[in-house]
């Protein structure tokens, strides 16, 4: 895994880790937090979300956690599968905004 | 599918020529937003609609760059006289307008529509 709060451009596992990608966010105001995945040449996939009101949600084989003190969202990963290759996009967003804002990209390679 | 798609997914162009590209929502969904992604970054909110209504643009959309929803469902985009600078991937994306606020709805995007500008 990667230090709290460093976000990383590009993370290399192994089939069958886990893997956590980290974002920072910017807007205290910001109240709803996705994460998108992202294939090659493919507009990004909605994976999971959370709203500022909770600090953890659980999908399947993903896990978002949420630290509004210092303003961080990572993504959690269990078992980390070739087909899990991608860039990875946290996104912000606020109620009284419409525009989703989004952070920098992690690029996730898993190898066999 | 049921999913938000885009027409046409790529196109190449001459610089100084208009193009146009279309949007169709996931069925009932009443919000449609535009992005543009350039290599190596995230999207970028340009506009959105909520039905036929153009509610906000992004400064990054300049007067070259008009959208329209005239019934509410499909969307599209054009870019009169473009740049090479224009060259990106533009996206959109449809929420379903249940919330109060578009800022608490998910957003799902479609593959998009590649352009580039020579």
């Known amino acids: 895994g990667e230090s709290v709060g460093l976000h990383l451009p590009t993370l290399s596992v192994q089939e069958g880790d886990n893997s956590i990608i980290n974002c920072a966010y910017s807007?205290?105001?910001?109240?709803?937090f996705i994460w998108y995945k992202q294939e090659s040449g493919k507009g990004p996939q909605f994976i999971i979300d959370i709203r500022s009101n909770m600090d953890k949600r659980q999908g399947q084989r993903v896990t978002v956690l949420l630290n509004k003190t210092v303003k961080h969202l990572s993504l959690q990963i269990a078992a980390t599968q070739p087909g899990d290759s991608a860039v990875y996009f946290c996104a912000e967003s606020h109620q009284a905004g419409t525009a989703l804002i989004f952070g920098k990209g992690t690029t996730l390679s898993v190898s066999s | 599918d049921t999913g938000v798609s885009q027409d046409p997914r790529h196109k190449i162009t001459k610089r100084g020529q208009n193009v146009t590209f279309r949007c169709d929502p996931i069925?009932?969904?009443?919000?449609l937003y535009w992005y543009r992604q350039t290599l190596g970054q995230g999207p970028e909110f340009l506009t959105y609609?909520?039905?036929?209504?153009?509610?906000?643009k992004s400064r990054l959309l300049s007067d070259r760059f008009s959208a329209e929803r005239p019934k509410g469902s499909f969307s599209t985009l054009e870019i009169q006289r473009t740049e090479q600078g224009d060259s990106a991937m533009y996206l959109c994306a449809s929420s379903s307008g249940t919330s109060g606020s578009s800022g608490q709805e998910t957003q799902y995007f479609g593959p998009g529509t590649r352009l580039l500008v020579l």
């Open positions: 807007n205290s105001a910001s109240d709803y």
């Open positions: 609609f909520q039905n036929e209504a153009q509610l906000e």
């Open positions: 069925s009932e969904h009443n919000r």
